[in-house]
Nanobody, 125 residues
């Protein structure tokens, strides 16, 4: 049974930082690209970042603008999202996903096979 479990969300002030983690189990971690998405109430799910199976290639959503960094640790079967300079508009539920999205279309949700349950990030002004 595949599980993706996010952690690290919470309440932070504007300008602050958070590091999200996503621990994967029940799959061969190195066989999957990993992605981060978020969804705010009443909005569509947004692509944030994708990292290749080896970690060599990363892609980011256009609005990330250098504030977020995705990384992975194969020894721990974990993918991370480091978020800096957080803004109130970053408030959302953040999800990790595992799949086989291509590097030229990293945000295609139908290319992701497995999803976590999400972790809430709230940024206060």
């Amino acid at each position: 049974q595949v599980q993706l479990v996010e952690s690290g969300g919470g309440l932070v002030q504007a300008g602050g930082s958070l590091r999200l983690s996503c621990a994967a189990s029940g799959l061969t971690f190195s066989n999957y690209a990993m992605g981060w998405f978020r969804q705010a109430p009443g909005k569509e799910r947004e692509f944030l970042a994708r990292i290749s199976r080896t970690g060599a290639v990363t892609r980011y959503g256009n609005f990330v603008m250098g504030r977020f960094t995705i990384s992975r640790d194969g020894a721990k079967n974990t993918v991370y999202l480091e978020m800096n300079s957080l803004k109130p508009e970053d408030t959302a539920v953040y999800y990790c996903a595992a799949g086989r999205p291509t590097s030229d279309n990293p945000g295609s949700t139908d290319k992701y096979d497995y999803w976590g349950q999400g972790t809430q990030v709230t940024v206060s002004s």
